[in-house]
């Protein structure tokens, strides 16, 4: 399940939204994760594939900048897995609100980072300015 919401503005709906009784379930017949797999060691099966989705997808977010799905249903036993695809309109809001992340990430200050200078033709030895240049870099970082 991805949920996302921004600036006030949910764009994926969050699991609690879409499965409201899971938020005033307290006599659930099915305990927590660890408890499973201690009584059942084959769950931990389900457990692997449930961390495989979700670093699909946390990958697809970092690398290509997009979300794919909004929910993945799955059963590990069956091996079969129906991932709900998230809708135009949601990939649209979402390139907006990325859009909108990034002119406010360039009007933030953000602390000056050393740059490397350039190299000179100088004729001085350049690995006693690589050494100078790493000394420099060890002070700001102090």
Not at 9 to 18: F, K, Q
Not at 56 to 64: D, R, S
């Amino acid at each position: 399940m991805v949920g996302l919401k921004y600036n006030g503005r949910t764009i994926l709906e969050p699991v609690g939204s879409l499965y409201p009784e899971i938020l005033t379930d307290t006599e659930s017949r099915i305990p927590g994760c660890g408890e499973v797999i201690q009584s059942a060691p084959q769950r931990c099966a389900t457990n692997k594939m449930a961390a495989q989705l979700a670093n699909n997808i946390i990958n697809t977010l970092l690398t290509e900048k997009m979300i794919l799905v909004h929910q993945t249903i799955f059963n590990s036993r069956m091996c079969g897995v129906r991932p709900e695809f998230i809708s135009l309109a949601q990939q649209e809001l979402f390139k907006d609100t990325l859009k909108e992340m990034a002119s406010l990430k360039q009007t933030v200050d953000r602390p000056s980072v050393a740059k490397r200078p350039a190299k000179q033709d100088d004729g001085s030895n350049p690995e006693s300015d690589e050494d100078e240049w790493d000394d420099e870099c060890e002070e700001e970082d102090q």
